[in-house]
């Protein structure tokens, strides 16, 4: 089973970036479209962005478009998360996950999540 750590988290101040990295252990990398999803406290479970197993296609939830970018290392088996011009509602622990389809150009923002990593705490706050 693909094995994924997240890193990068951290806090700035409202207009800040951060760069988040799930890395994964697996050699069949390269079969798993990767999703980003968030958790605020007391919230649900929320989207933010894929990336296809091919790296050919991206999507972003309409909270993030514009101001967060996804893109994927095939040869270093990471998927990274630029995260620009961030808001305090962006405040949530963020995690990313794999799954597999036979469209190498598929991947999507919506649950159900399968296996996660440990995520990685993202706090803007002034």
């Known amino acids: 089973q693909l094995q994924l750590v997240e890193s990068g988290g951290g806090v700035v101040q409202p207009g800040g970036s951060l760069r988040l990295s799930c890395a994964a252990s697996?050699?069949?990398?390269?079969?798993?479209?990767i999703v980003w999803f968030r958790q605020a406290p007391g919230k649900d479970h929320e989207g933010v962005s894929c990336?296809?197993?091919?790296?050919?296609?991206?999507y972003y939830a309409d909270s993030v478009k514009g101001r967060f970018t996804i893109s994927r290392d095939s040869a270093r088996k990471r998927v990274y998360l630029e995260t620009n011009s961030l808001k305090p509602e962006d405040t949530a622990v963020y995690y990313c996950?794999?799954?597999?389809?036979?469209?190498?150009?598929?991947?999507?923002?919506?649950?159900?999540?399968?296996?996660r990593g440990q995520g990685t705490q993202v706090t803007v706050s002034s």
């Open positions: 697996d050699l069949t990398f390269d079969q798993y479209y």
């Open positions: 996950t794999a799954d597999r389809n036979p469209i190498p150009s598929f991947c999507t923002i919506f649950p159900p999540y399968g296996h």
């Open positions: 990336i296809s197993s091919d790296g050919r296609t991206a």
